[in-house]
């Protein structure tokens, strides 16, 4: 059956370090993948789009791998602050053209703490 | 200015009542989505619309009904409210495809009773 996981559903860091989430996906086979930030009570926002091949892709103070062999994307945060406590959504795309559509991960929920 | 905008943050309603939740964006895009957040935080889409056509229509219960006047605009109403309808609704916007980011409403905490 086709899923979408991501690690877990929480990830606790010091201020300053590194994040880590990953997100694995199975019997798919996405062109693109997508992160999102999500706060609570309102809606994801758009980060990062990786595309199939494109191995890693920056910005600021993000980054984001993709590996179609492994199935799997990393995205880091790196000199975390606790304005990056949020809910982390990544969705890889399913079908192409018009009818192309996100399929969203359960979500990570990260907690940074000073 | 906001980009996508919902109407209304907030429905309490009693089931087997019928509502709808509008959704406009003014970021010029030809496709629009209606997606499903459920309790465990799932974000799954229901429908997407191209230029005021049905595209995507996962497999939703038929009272659920879309509809886009115009590709600004795209609502969604539902009849015969249930229980289950409870979650959180976002409408979304984007370039055509799923290979363009989306940009994401409020969304409309739907409470049934």
């Known amino acids: 059956s086709q899923k979408i996981e991501q690690n877990s559903e929480a990830l606790n860091i010091q201020e300053g370090k590194t994040a880590t989430l990953t997100c694995n996906y199975t019997?798919?086979?996405?062109?693109?993948l997508q992160w999102y930030r999500q706060d609570p009570g309102r809606g994801p926002v758009f980060l990062l789009l990786i595309r199939e091949n494109e191995k890693e892709k920056r910005k600021e103070r993000l980054k984001v791998t993709f590996d179609t062999t492994l199935k799997q994307s990393l995205f880091h945060i790196t000199a975390s602050q606790p304005a990056d406590s949020a809910t982390y959504l990544c969705?890889?795309?399913?079908?192409?053209?018009?009818?192309?559509?996100?399929?969203f991960g359960q979500g990570t929920t990260l907690q940074v703490k000073p | 200015d906001t980009a996508v905008s919902q109407t209304p943050k907030y429905l309490v309603t009693q089931m087997g009542n019928d509502k709808s939740i509008k959704c406009e964006q003014n970021?010029?895009?030809?496709?629009m989505y209606w997606y499903k957040q459920d309790s465990k935080k799932f974000l799954k889409i229901m429908f997407s619309y191209n230029n005021k056509e049905l595209i995507i229509n996962e497999t939703v219960p038929n009272r659920f009904s879309p509809k886009s006047p115009d590709k600004a605009h795209l609502n969604l109403h539902i009849n015969s409210l249930e229980l289950g309808d409870s979650a959180v609704y976002f409408c979304?916007?984007?370039?055509?495809?799923?290979?363009?980011?989306?940009?994401f409403g409020p969304g409309t905490r739907l409470t049934v009773t």
């Open positions: 969705a890889l795309t399913h079908g192409s053209g018009n009818t192309g559509k996100l399929i």
């Open positions: 970021l010029g895009h030809d496709t």
């Open positions: 019997n798919y086979s996405p062109a693109y």
């Open positions: 979304a916007s984007s370039l055509v495809g799923g290979s363009y980011e989306q940009y």
